[in-house]
C-alpha cells in the first residue's frame, strides 16, 4: 500500500515534470509584467513615483494629448484636436466622441466621455474647495511643483464635446503638461457615484478609466491584474490579461525572466545585462533616457549655503570614474540639466573638471577647515538615473577625502528617505530625476525653481529668483530657438551657483521574451504595455 | 478517556491563554505608540482617537486592556494591519491555508521518503548499506534548508528550465479563493482550463516541498532507523527466528507495527520543525503563505500584523500537538498511561 502511493506521488511528479514546455492558450494571451514595487495610489495624479506612473497611467488611463514616443510629438487622443489663441491664452479641445469608460464589477457607465470629464479631472487637482480635492491626502505633487495651479485661470464647457481652458499667462509648456503620465481623465460619472455613495477616497484605489486595460484586483506587494478593454476607442488590444507581478528583488526578477515566469521586467541590473543578451530567447533595448542624476546639496543649511563650498565640492570629485565605476558605460556625463537628446541640449555648457587642488584652495577660502564632516544620503532603491548611489556615495566619500572632508553615507528606506528629504534634514543627496515629458521646463522648474521647494522636488531647496524668472521667460516663447537662449543663461547662473552637480544621464533598458511585439520603451515616465502583443 | 480529554482541554486552554498574555505583552515591547501596535491605526483626530482608546479599554488599568484585548481575539478583531489597512483575520485567512498545504504535502512526502529508507537501513543495521544511507542523512540533515531550496531553483529552475521558481500559480490563472488549498480551490473553480491549472500548480509546488521533505525525511530516517534496529535485535524477534519463521514473515507479523508504534509521537513532533522550515523556504520561492507574509510585516514593522502572525501560527501549532496526542492514544492506549499533560 505504502510503495503504491509512493508511486503515484512519483507519477504526480512526473505529469509535473512533462508539461514543462507546454505552453497554454491562456499563458499566450497572458501578458507578466514583473514591477519593482507596489504602486503609492491608482492615480498618478497624486504620486509622481515611477512605480506608480508605470502602473496605471498608460494602462488604466488615456489623457487629452499624447506624446509619440518615436518622434517626441504630440498627437492627439482624448481630444481630437486643439487650437491655441493668438495671445497663447487660451486653449480650445475639441473631445473624441463615443469614448466609453471601463464597466466593471463596481461601475457601469452610463455615458460616454465628454467634457465633463475633463472639467472634473483638471479642477479636482486645481480647486482648493472641489469636493474632490481633499480626498486621499489632497496632495497633487507634480502639478504643484509645476505651478500649474496657478497658470490654469478657468476650464470650461462650451459645448459636450469642447472645451476651453484660459490661462493666467501664457506657458508654452502647458500642452505638454497635458501629455503627461499625470494629467489623466478621470471619469466624472464615477465621481459622483461614490460621492453619493460616501466612499470618495475609492476612486484612487478603485480606477475607472479610458485606457486599455480595466482594473480587476489588486494585493499590495503581490500582484496587479487588469484585463483587456474590449472597447478601446484607440485600437484593438490584443492581450486578454496583463498582470503586474509586484517582485522587489531584481535579482529575482532576473531569475524570473530566465525562467520564463515574467515576460518583462522593469530595471534589469546593470551587471546581468550580460546574462540576457546572451539568452537566445531574452531581447534587450536600449535608448538614451530622458533624466538626469546628480548630487544636490542642501543649500539652505550651513555651509552649503555658500557657493563657494559647493563649486569646491563639485570640483572635488571625478564624474568621469563615477560614472565608469556606477553605471558602466550605459551613461553619458552631465554637462548640465538637459540630455542631449534635449532640443534645448546646450553642447558649450560650462562643465566642472576633476581638480582636488583647486577644490581644497576654495575650501580653504570658505573657512571649511580640514576634517569637515557632513552627510551624503544615498537613494535606498535602484532607478535609471542612479544604479547604485551607495556605491556613488562611497567613491565620493574617497574623493573627498583627498580634499580633507570627512563624509557620512546615510540611508533609510525609502519612503522614509523621501519623507525625510521632503523635511530637509539631508546635507546633501544622491538622487536624480525622470522626465514626465519631453519640454525642458520638466526638468529646470520641477528641480530647481523656488515654488519646487513646497512641493518637494527642489532637493536642494535653491531659491534665485533670476533664475525663476528667466524659465519663466522661456515659457512666453513658443519658438525653440528663443527658448534655448534662455535655458543657456540658466545653465550659467547654474554653473555658477551650483545647486546641484549633475552628474549622467542614463540609458534606459528594457528587457523582454522577444515574443514580445511593440514593447517600446517610454522615453517619457511610465510604461506603455496597450500596444504589445505576444506571438508564439 | 473522558477525564483524559478534560486534562488535555485544560492545558490547551493554559496554554493559549499564555500566548495571548505574551503576544499582549508584545504591544508594550514594541518600539511606538501602544495603542498603535494594538489597533494598527494610527490616527490623531481627537474624536476617533478617544473612540480607539475607550474600544480597547486604554482609559482604564492594564487588566482590563488585557480582557478587552481577549474579547476582541475572541470575537475575531485581530485589528488591522498598519501597512495594508486590511483585518488581520481576512488576511490570514488567505496566507495561512498555502502554509498548511505546503507543510502537509512535505510532511506527507518526508514520510514517504524517510519510512522506507529507514527500515531499509535499520534491517541491514551496521551493514554497508545502513552506513550509506545513514551518511547521507546526516549529510542532509546539515544541509540548511535555504541552501537547498537555492541550489534546487538554481539546478532545476534556471539551468534546466524544468520547473518555476516562484509563487503557487502563475498569476495568469485567476483562481477564486474558496478553501485557500490551491489544488481544492482549481478543482472548485469553473475556470476553462482546469487541466493546465492543475499541472501548472503542481509544477509549482514541486520544488518547495521537495526542499523542505528532504531536510524532514533525513531525521525521519534516522528514526524510524533506530526503532528498526531496535526492535529486531529484541528477543521476541529472534525467539520468531528461532521457531523457524523466515526473515519476512517476523518482519510483516511482528516487526512492522511493533517499529512504528513508538516512534509515531516522534514523527508527529516532527511537523513543527518542517513548519518553521516551510516558513523559511516560503520567502525563498516567494510562496504566498504565512511565513512570506510575516517576513514583509517585519521589513515594514507592521506590528499588529507580526502580533497576528505569531499567534495563529501558536494556535496551530497547539491545536495540531494536542489533536496528535488524542489520536495517538486513540491508535495505542498502551503508551500514555500517565495522565499528566506534556507538551
Known sequence: MKYNLFAACLVLLGIGA??????????LDGFIYCSEGSPGSFNPQMD??????????????????????????????????????????????????????????????????????????????????HPYHRVSGGVYPYFVSLGLTSIVASVERINGYRIEIKLTRPDSSFLANLATDFAVILSAEYAQQLLDDGHPEQIDQLPIGTGPFVFESYRKGRYIRYHKNENYWHHEVSINQLIFDITPASSTRLAKLLTG????????????????????????????????????????????????????LAMAIDKDTLINTVYSDSAVRARSLLPPTSWAYQASAKDSSY??????????????????????????????????????????????????????????????????????????????????????????????????????????????????????????YSEPEVRSLFYQMAN????DEMPLVPIAHAYRYQAYQNRLKNFDINPFGGIKLGDVEKVR | MIAYLLRRLNLFVVTIFVVTLATFALNYLFPGDTLENLSGISSHQTAEYNQIVQYHGFDHNIVYQYGMYLQHLWKGDWGISSSSGNDIVEEIKLVLPATLEL?????????????????????????????????ASVLGYSIPVFWLALLLILFFALQLGWLPMSGRISLLYDIPHYSGFILIDILKSDIPNKQDALSNAIRHMILPTLSI?????????????????????????????????????VFWRHGLRNTLLPILPQLVLQFTTLLTNAMIVEVIFSWPGIGNWLMQAVYVQDFPAIRGGVLAVSIVVIIFTLLMDIVLRVINPLKNRDIHGTI
Open chain 1, 492 to 495: 550659467t547662473i547654474l554653473s
Open chain 1, 355 to 476: 581638480n582636488p587642488v583647486l577644490a581644497r584652495e576654495l575650501l580653504d577660502e570658505a573657512g571649511i577647515p580640514e576634517g569637515f564632516t557632513f552627510d551624503i544620503w544615498a537613494l535606498p532603491i535602484e532607478r535609471a538615473y542612479n544604479p547604485n548611489a551607495r556605491k556613488m556615495a562611497e567613491l565620493i566619500k574617497g574623493y573627498l577625502k583627498q580634499v580633507g572632508v570627512n563624509v557620512n553615507v546615510v540611508s533609510y528606506e525609502w519612503s522614509t528617505f523621501r519623507q525625510r528629504l521632503r523635511e530637509g534634514k539631508h546635507d546633501t543627496v544622491l538622487i536624480g530625476w525622470n522626465a514626465d515629458n519631453a519640454d525642458p521646463d520638466n526638468f529646470y522648474r520641477p528641480l530647481l525653481s523656488c515654488a519646487a521647494i513646497a512641493s518637494g522636488t527642489n532637493r536642494s531647496n535653491w531659491c534665485n529668483e533670476e533664475y525663476d524668472s528667466l524659465i519663466d521667460q522661456a515659457l512666453l
Open chain 1, 261 to 312: 515566469e515574467c515576460d518583462a521586467i522593469a530595471f534589469p541590473a546593470y551587471p546581468d545585462l550580460n546574462i540576457i543578451k546572451s539568452r537566445a530567447n531574452l531581447q534587450v533595448d536600449e535608448k538614451p533616457g530622458l533624466n538626469v542624476g546628480f548630487w544636490a546639496f542642501n543649500t539652505q543649511v550651513e555651509p552649503f549655503n555658500n557657493p563657494l563650498v559647493r563649486k569646491a
Open chain 1, 18 to 27: 512533462c508539461t514543462d514546455q507546454h505552453t497554454t492558450r491562456q499563458q
Open chain 2, 213 to 249: 521533505a528532504l531536510v524532514t525525511a533525513t531525521i525521519v530516517i534516522r528514526i524510524t532507523r533506530r526503532s528498526v534496529a531496535d526492535v529486531m535485535q529484541s528477543d521476541y524477534i529472534r525467539a520468531a527466528l528461532a521457531r523457524g519463521l523466515t526473515r519476512p514473515q
Open chain 2, 103 to 135: 507543510s502537509v504535502y512535505a510532511m506527507v512526502l518526508s514520510l514517504f521518503i524517510g519510512i522506507p529508507f529507514g527500515f531499509w537501513a535499520g534491517l541491514r543495521h551496521r551493514r554497508p548499506i545502513d552506513l550509506g544511507i545513514l551518511s
Open chain 1, 48 to 129: 509622481t513615483s515611477g512605480t506608480t506612473a508605470d502602473a496605471t497611467a498608460h494602462q488604466i488611463y488615456d489623457r487629452l494629448i499624447e506624446f509619440d514616443p518615436h518622434t517626441n510629438k504630440l498627437e492627439p487622443a482624448l481630444a481630437e484636436s486643439w487650437a491655441i489663441s493668438s495671445d497663447g491664452l487660451t486653449y480650445t479641445f475639441q473631445l473624441r466622441k463615443k469614448v466609453s469608460f471601463h464597466q466593471t464589477s463596481y461601475f457601469t457607465p452610463s455615458r460616454y466621455f465628454n467634457a465633463d470629464d475633463v472639467i472634473f479631472s483638471i479642477d479636482r487637482w486645481r480647486l482648493d474647495d
